[in-house]
């Protein structure tokens, strides 16, 4: 154990000898500790000293992942564990998810169920159906077979539903995301309402029932919103509390955070906008209990999440209308989003990544670049075929065009910089003439939308910056026009192949080769393979006639092992006679003497 989780120990040393008690846990501890330092355990008397054995095995031979599991035995000691977990949060200030969270707290069952679930979520955000759709049907179908799960035992019967469970919780996912408004009135959510009680916990799939149903609600109606929210939502966030902190915990609140972004979306209201950074923080936390992968991409998944709150990036990707962003926030949003890698994120959250980077460059007026990222992020939500995103994105588009050509209708941010430094970036147009110091003026919950500061006078530009830009343009024409031309001249080009092609002659050919395997299917001689058929049918008769011959063996080995079990049973049931006539005469002999 290193030095950190040691001194967590020492820290935790007098609330650990308050609580607990290792006699209640004593078989668990016989799987981790020698069976002599157990027995001690029973030996020892009173509490306290039972405590302080404990904590010397535990400061010298168990690890901290040893110590939650002895914890977690029976749910007795759960609180101590998440008491060590909030010393560790403290100590550990970095994103890296801590290996100790995840231990001690889930079954091999589990783990399985996580993995798997969790492969099928990467199908869908990949836009990989085929395969989404692969694995789902081979579960659905073994759950619907009654023959086979009525010949599984009771355990056998709750781990299929948990499986089931997951894949029809998988599809609500796949339909959410391609936002097919049709899944509430699906049979989707009522398989996974009638699933709970063949499950291993049902209060886990009640809760996630509930959970997809608002999740359903808003998206066949928005104006369910508040209905959906009180309704469904929040009794789903009460049963987080009779749930481990664990990937579906944090599923709720990942689902409740969209719910408050969409509210926020509306009104604006910066409170709600620090709710929405309280509730990622809650669900980032509920996440890292799972083991690494999941942990790690739904934390890469929130980094982006809030990267787009704070540049005005919509749930679905739209613009947020009259959002005020601030330098703090481009400068937070890209911190965020330096911390990624783009390479391992899955298609949903490439275009997430690549839509977040071109808003940063369009707010810093470097159009070309933000037309080229916002290109990128089109091309990633139209291979997902994530309806919303692409229409989201194609608005923006539009948008970045626009401004390209001297019309903008966007907001803008505001900068408090001088000429040269504007003149040291590659800006395809300068900066705009309002000006208020975001990095030592009033903060985000302070600032007037911009349409309300009053207007300055701009400054003159001088003839040379203005040569450059009209230049500029001239070239994004001209090379546009020749993109036109080289176009039209290889359609030409097709065009005359196409009209040189012989057609005559392409149906004498094709008629040739029809007649060439024609031809080829006549050849085939019916006796050869009625004789092919005959020989195959023998080979058969002649394997049938071997395993009939090793049976009939079989058959006479067993009659007559089962003769000579016959014979020792007589042999035993003659003992058993003699014995009692043994036993008469002894009893006779006693009586004569």
């Given at each position: 154990m290193d030095d950190i989780k040691c001194a967590i120990l020492k820290e935790l040393y007098g609330k650990i000898l308050a609580d607990l008690d290792p006699i209640f846990i004593l078989p668990c501890l016989y799987e981790?500790?020698?069976?002599?330092?157990?027995?001690?355990?029973?030996?020892?008397?009173?509490?306290?000293?039972?405590?302080?054995?404990?904590?010397?095995?535990?400061?010298?031979?168990?690890?901290?992942?040893?110590?939650?599991?002895?914890?977690?035995?029976?749910?007795?000691?759960?609180?101590?564990?998440?008491?060590?977990?909030?010393?560790?949060?403290?100590?550990?200030?970095?994103?890296?998810?801590?290996?100790?969270?995840?231990?001690?707290?889930?079954?091999?069952?589990?783990?399985?169920?996580?993995?798997?679930?969790?492969?099928?979520?990467?199908?869908?955000?990949?836009?990989?159906?085929?395969s989404f759709d692969k694995e789902v049907n081979q579960v659905v179908s073994l759950w619907k077979n009654d023959n086979y799960r009525r010949s599984l035992p009771v355990t056998g019967r709750q781990k299929l539903a948990d499986r089931y469970f997951f894949v029809r919780d998988a599809q609500c996912e796949n339909i959410r995301l391609r936002y097919e408004e049709t899944l509430k009135n699906t049979d989707v959510l009522r398989e996974i309402e009638e699933i709970a009680k063949f499950s291993t916990n049902p209060i886990l799939i009640d809760m996630m029932y509930l959970a997809r149903k608002a999740s359903a609600m808003i998206m066949t109606d928005p104006d369910s919103h508040e209905n959906a929210y009180r309704d469904y939502l929040e009794i789903a966030e009460q049963h987080t509390e009779l749930v481990p902190a664990c990937r579906e915990t944090g599923l709720v609140f990942y689902i409740?955070?969209?719910?408050?972004?969409?509210?926020?979306?509306?009104?604006?209201?910066?409170?709600?906008?620090?709710?929405?950074?309280?509730?990622?923080?809650?669900?980032?936390?509920?996440?890292?209990?799972?083991?690494?992968?999941?942990?790690?991409?739904?934390?890469?998944?929130?980094?982006?999440?809030?990267?787009?709150?704070?540049?005005?990036?919509?749930?679905?990707?739209?613009?947020?209308?009259?959002?005020?962003?601030?330098?703090?926030?481009?400068?937070?949003?890209?911190?965020?989003?330096?911390?990624?890698?783009?390479?391992?994120?899955?298609t949903r959250w490439k275009w997430g990544y690549y839509i977040a980077k071109s808003k940063i460059l369009w707010l810093r007026r470097n159009l070309n670049d933000a037309l080229k990222y916002a290109e990128i992020a089109y091309s990633h939500a139209v291979k997902g075929k994530f309806k919303k995103e692409v229409k989201g994105t194609e608005d923006f588009l539009n948008a970045v065009r626009s401004e390209m050509c001297g019309s903008s209708n966007m907001p803008t941010i505001t900068h408090s910089t001088d000429r040269k430094e504007m003149n040291s970036q590659n800006f395809s147009q300068p900066y705009p003439t309002e000006v208020v110091d975001v990095l030592?003026?009033?903060?985000?919950?302070?600032?007037?939308?911009?349409?309300?500061?009053?207007?300055?006078?701009?400054?003159?530009?001088?003839?040379?910056?203005?040569?450059?830009?009209?230049?500029?343009?001239?070239?994004?024409?001209?090379?546009?026009?020749?993109?036109?031309?080289?176009?039209?001249?290889?359609?030409?080009?097709?065009?005359?192949?196409?009209?040189?092609?012989?057609?005559?002659?392409?149906?004498?050919?094709?008629?040739?080769?029809?007649?060439?395997?024609?031809?080829?299917?006549?050849?085939?001689?019916?006796?050869?393979?009625?004789?092919?058929?005959?020989?195959?049918?023998?080979?058969?008769?002649?394997?049938?006639?071997?395993?009939?011959?090793?049976?009939?063996?079989?058959?006479?080995?067993?009659?007559?092992?089962?003769?000579?079990?016959?014979?020792?049973?007589?042999?035993?049931?003659?003992l058993e006679n003699e014995i009692e006539k043994l036993v008469v005469e002894n009893k006779e002999l006693k009586q004569t003497i």
């Open positions: 981790i500790l020698p069976t002599k330092v157990c027995n001690k355990f029973k030996q020892i008397q009173t509490r306290t000293d039972r405590v302080h054995l404990f904590m010397k095995m535990a400061f010298n031979c168990m690890t901290l992942e040893e110590i939650f599991q002895a914890f977690s035995y029976q749910g007795a000691f759960v609180f101590l564990t998440e008491e060590i977990l909030k010393k560790l949060k403290e100590k550990i200030q970095n994103d890296k998810v801590y290996y100790a969270i995840r231990i001690g707290l889930f079954t091999e069952h589990r783990k399985d169920l996580v993995e798997f679930r969790h492969r099928l979520k990467m199908f869908s955000l990949t836009g990989d159906q085929k409740k955070y969209n719910f408050i972004c969409l509210r926020y979306e509306k009104c604006l209201d910066k409170k709600l906008k620090q709710e929405l950074f309280n509730i990622a923080g809650k669900a980032v936390d509920h996440f890292t209990r799972e083991y690494e992968q999941v942990a790690n991409d739904f934390q890469n998944i929130f980094k982006i999440k809030l990267a787009h709150l704070q540049l005005g990036i919509g749930v679905l990707g739209n613009t947020i209308e009259n959002e005020i962003i601030t330098e703090e926030d481009i400068n937070d949003a890209t911190k965020r989003l330096s911390k990624l890698n783009e390479k391992i994120l899955s030592h003026g009033p903060n985000i919950r302070d600032t007037e939308p911009l349409s309300k500061l009053p207007q300055q006078q701009s400054q003159p530009l001088n003839n040379f910056q203005l040569i450059l830009d009209a230049i500029n343009q001239i070239d994004r024409k001209l090379s546009k026009l020749d993109m036109l031309d080289e176009i039209s001249a290889r359609i030409s080009v097709l065009e005359t192949q196409i009209d040189n092609i012989n057609k005559p002659d392409m149906l004498d050919y094709l008629s040739a080769k029809m007649s060439a395997l024609e031809s080829q299917v006549n050849k085939i001689s019916k006796l050869d393979m009625l004789n092919s058929l005959s020989d195959r049918m023998t080979a058969i008769k002649s394997q049938v006639d071997n395993i009939t011959r090793e049976m009939t063996s079989f058959k006479q080995e067993f009659n007559e092992k089962f003769e000579r079990f016959a014979c020792v049973e007589r042999r035993l049931a003659s």
